[in-house]
T-cell receptor, first 111, second 113 residues
Framework: QKEVEQNSGPLSVPEGAIASLNCTYSDRGSQSFFWYRQYSGKSPELIMSIYSNGDKEDGRFTAQLNKASQYVSLLIRDSQPSDSATYLCAGHNTNAGKSTFGDGTTLTVKP | NAGVTQTPKFRILKIGQSMTLQCTQDMNHNYMYWYRQDPGMGLKLIYYSVGAGITDKGEVPNGYNVSRSTTEDFPLRLELAAPSQTSVYFC????????????FGPGTRLTVT
């Protein structure tokens, strides 16, 4: 079992719809969670971080964390073609000093 | 403020050759990381460092070496290159006392033939 698992996709949504990306993790030592966006041929860039249970909203993005279920999600509202990318979920274990990444979910937003 | 810089951007190596991938950050971050990313896959941690003089192995360290003599620099050494090391290599850094959000360099695309 991978430490961080994501739906491999690809996920396709029409422009203006809500895109829902999911991630589960197995390391209970992970306390901080991150969503990175990676455009094809580019490096990952951070879009959301979440540290406590519940929802965190930033513009069109909402991250959700449920530590009891070991589940993290990212919702993208009013999806735009420019949101088309691969989204990487990562969990950080503070004691170990390192993050573990999922394999990513590729999102395509169709105009 | 350049963030995280990596050189070279591209490199082709012959089997058995060695090289060093350079990584420098100007954000005074304590934590630095080296990842490799194979096509269609996520990031696999090669080595990481929690501060100058301290390094530790990640998930896939075999065939690589690192050193961290300064806060800014974290070079990755490939010894005796093999085709299995063909990949894109990313260096990243994060601040330890505030958050663990990672900032990535632009990557080095390495081909071993």
């Amino acid at each position: 079992q991978k430490e961080v698992e994501q739906n491999s996709g690809p996920l396709s949504v029409p422009e203006g719809a809500i895109a829902s990306l999911n991630c589960t993790y197995s390391d209970r030592g992970s306390q901080s969670f991150f969503w990175y966006r990676q455009y094809s041929g580019k490096s990952p860039e951070l879009i959301m971080s979440i540290y406590s249970n519940g929802d965190k909203e930033d513009g069109r993005f909402t991250a959700q964390l449920n530590k009891a279920s070991q589940y993290v999600s990212l919702l993208i509202r009013d999806s735009q073609p420019s949101d088309s990318a691969t989204y990487l979920c990562a969990g950080h274990n503070t004691n170990a000093g390192k993050s573990t990444f999922g394999d990513g979910t590729t999102l395509t937003v169709k105009p | 403020n350049a963030g995280v810089t990596q050189t070279p951007k591209f490199r082709i190596l012959k089997i058995g050759q060695s090289m060093t991938l350079q990584c420098t950050q100007d954000m005074n971050h304590n934590y630095m990381y080296w990842y490799r990313q194979d096509p269609g896959m996520g990031l696999k941690l090669i080595y990481y460092s929690v501060g100058a003089g301290i390094t530790d192995k990640g998930e896939v360290p075999n065939g690589y070496n690192v050193s961290r003599s300064t806060t800014e620099d974290f070079p990755l050494r490939l010894e005796l290159a093999a085709p299995s090391q063909t990949s894109v290599y990313f260096c990243a850094s994060s601040a330890s006392s505030v958050s663990y959000e990672q900032y990535f360099g632009p990557g080095t695309r390495l081909t071993v033939t």
